[in-house]
Each structure stands twice: as C-alpha cells, then as structure tokens.
Nanobody, 124 residues
C-alpha cells in the first residue's frame, strides 16, 4: 500500500507560478513511476505529467509542455510539479498517482494508488 498526500495548491493570478508536492509513505517509493493528473469541474480527469522511478525520463501532456516540470526526490519520498505561466484553463484539482507496472503512463488505469487531490485556481 502506498499513501499519497498532495499539497501546495492555491489561488494564483494568470501568469503566476505554483509548486505542488506529493509526499509518499508505505512501500518503497523508488519502486514506482509517478504521475500527475488533474480534473476540472464537469470534465474528466486528464493526464498532466509522469516521471520514471529514477527521475531520468519524463512525459508531459501537450497542454502543459514547456510550462510545467515534474521532478522527484527519492530520498524525501516526494514528487513535485512546478507550474509556471499558469492560465485560467489550468484551474482544476490536481492528483498525484503511483504506478508499479507501467512506465510514464498517461491513463488513469495505469496507476495503482492515488492521493486526495489539491485545488489549483488560476484567476484571469
């Protein structure tokens, strides 16, 4: 079992930045590829970014590529999502997830464990 707890969400103006964190506990953190997803009101949850267990390789949704950066610190059992040049359409609840079987997955079904989410609101 892996427990994931997100933090760092909040209200920011368009063009601003936020850094989300996701702290993991339970099984060996470095055994898992990790991902970030988001869900806006009335919309389906969508893939944002993923990172391999070592942190060597990343994958991004087209909508955030060049603005968001995913990273991890295995010594701290934490992953991060640095979000720059935020837009109102980035407003959503952001979830981190852990996958023990897929590399750089971009589908919800590829992840085994989920956090409870943190809200990001970008005002225009």
């Amino acid at each position: 079992q892996v427990r994931l707890v997100e933090s760092g969400g909040g209200l920011v103006q368009a063009g601003g930045s936020l850094r989300l964190s996701c702290a993991a506990s339970g099984r060996t953190f470095s055994d898992y590829d990790m991902g970030w997803f988001r869900q806006a009101p009335g919309k389906e949850r969508e893939f944002v970014a993923a990172i391999t267990w070592s942190g060597a390789t990343t994958n991004y949704a087209t909508s955030v590529k060049g603005r968001f950066t995913i990273s991890r610190d295995n010594a701290q059992n934490t992953i991060y999502l640095q979000m720059n040049t935020l837009k109102p359409e980035d407003t959503a609840s952001y979830y981190c997830a852990a996958s023990g079987h897929y590399h750089l997955g971009n589908r919800e079904s590829q992840y085994d464990y989920w956090g409870q989410g943190t809200q990001v609101t970008v005002s225009s």
